[in-house]
């Protein structure tokens, strides 16, 4: 038999009425008892506060007890609704919503106080959003494609010279040799040919060879940008996996060595096959072997090669749509008029953020995940919930997890280790990341204006003031200053600033 709890009174089902009458009876007796039925004078407020208290415990033992009695008494019955909408049995509806049983029993919070509204769900409110968001967003594509009509051009990512971009073409394919140069480097180790600190300046020079080789032949061609950008990232992959490779197999190799090590069963070998397929696995962070999963999902992986590709085509109609007409009508953000460049930012900002977050979802969610079942790669946590990021530190903490575990293996606690203070450590580790940001755009763009390797090293500053700030304020103002400083400011500058170097770069050119 089951109960429903109707206003705070347990009513039974047709075995436990008889019970549920014997404990109102039993109610009644302990009311006389107590002196709650009697001919108290209204104006006694002392004890008209004593009975309501008494007759509050006398409810709730009563309602207690029939609902534990309902809940032993069994049957074949259903929850039914009360509140004297009918019901089975003649006493249910006898018990619901009396007068004398209290409404109201404890303190309670509205749901949008600012005590309750974080322990409420808003799913409903969430839902809200996203259909305003598809209906506004809607409108302004379609007054959009009426005012301007279809604007997409392909010049900008393949232009006249990308089938000449074949030099850019094969060094790709030629990255593969760095692999195995370092391979060959730990497997002359392994055999003792070369000795230790060899070993680390061969190791050096394939990582800066691996390098500096992709940058002069982006310099040499005049490719199309967006093959310019595709090499240099994966220029930039292949060096973080092959100086992880290099860092590791050296840490494997020391303690397989010494005398005092942690874990007995650590050894030193050197297998190809684990080297090749930590070169195409989803992580940056070499080890000899990885969690797996156990099978292909051959459907999921179409379904979300589908969304990879929708998702791309919308960042492509985005760009030539809004952002390169905005840009294009643009002047100088630092120079001129300083309202026209607030207003130019603001205006790019939205667009800017809605590729951000498609690149973020294309890149981190569908393709490394792609890969990751393609390759039954099982540690798929690549990225945590970066936008309730607290300060700027989370964020980068969170964003991107391959990188951040790359960042603090093989540079944050090394340096940490040789005795170099916290802050050093981590201006350090931004310092790393902010040259690579600056080889991945200046390069393809042929401009080294600095403004991405800038626009990194300024969250080292960022990231104390926000923690000051969370550790102040609380949590919200860091998350609402990270948003600021990425999707309103930041990101739009960057464009504008690259966007205008290059037009003046390629005016004075010609």
Partial sequence: MAVLDSGGVAVPTENGVADLDRLHRRKSRSDSSNGLISDTSPSDDVGAAAAEDARDRVDSAVEEEAQGTANLAGGDTETRESGGRGGGGNGDVRFTYRPSVPAHRRTRESPLSSDAIFKQSHAGLFNLCVVVLVAVNSRLIIENLMKYGWLIRTDFWFSSTSLRDWPL?????????????????????????????????????????????????????????????????????????????????????????????????????????????????????????????????????????????????????????????????????????????????????????????????????????????????????????????????????????????????????????????????????????????????????????????????????LVFITNFLQERFGSMVGNMIFWFSFCIFGQPMCVLLYYHDLMNRKGSMS
């Fill in 169 to 461: 073409f094969m060094c790709c394919l030629s990255l593969s040799i760095f692999p195995l140069a370092a391979f060959t480097v730990e497997k002359m180790v392994l055999q003792r040919f070369i000795s230790e600190p060899v070993a680390i300046i061969l190791h050096v020079i394939i990582t800066l060879t691996e390098v500096l080789y992709p940058v002069y032949v982006t310099l040499r061609c005049d490719s199309a940008f967006l093959s310019g950008v595709t090499l240099m990232l994966l220029t930039c992959i292949v060096w973080l996996k092959l100086v992880s490779y290099a860092h590791t197999s050296y840490d494997i190799r020391t303690l397989a060595n010494s005398a005092d090590k942690v874990d007995p069963e650590i050894s030193y070998h050197v297998s190809l096959k684990s080297l090749a397929y930590f070169m195409v696995a989803p992580t940056l962070c070499y080890q000899p072997s990885y969690p797996r999963s156990p099978c292909i999902r051959k459907g999921w992986v179409a379904r979300q090669f589908a969304k990879l590709v929708i998702f791309t085509g919308l960042m492509g109609f985005i760009i030539e749509q809004y952002i390169n007409p905005i840009v294009r009508n643009s002047k100088h953000p630092l120079k001129g008029d300083l309202l026209y460049a607030i207003e130019r930012v603001l205006k790019l900002s939205v667009p800017n953020l809605y590729v951000w977050l498609c690149m973020f979802y294309c890149f981190f969610h569908l393709w490394l995940n792609i890969l990751a079942e393609l390759l039954c790669f099982g540690d798929r946590e690549f990225y945590k919930d970066w936008w309730n990021a607290k300060s700027v530190g989370d964020y980068w903490r969170m964003w991107n997890m391959p990188v951040h575990k790359w960042m603090v293996r093989h540079v944050y606690f090394p340096c940490l280790r040789i005795k170099i203070p916290k802050v050093p450590a981590i201006i350090i580790a931004f310092l790393v990341s902010a040259v690579f940001h600056e080889l991945c755009i200046a390069v393809p763009c042929r401009l080294f204006n600095l403004w991405a390797f800038m626009g990194i090293m300024f969250q080292v500053p």
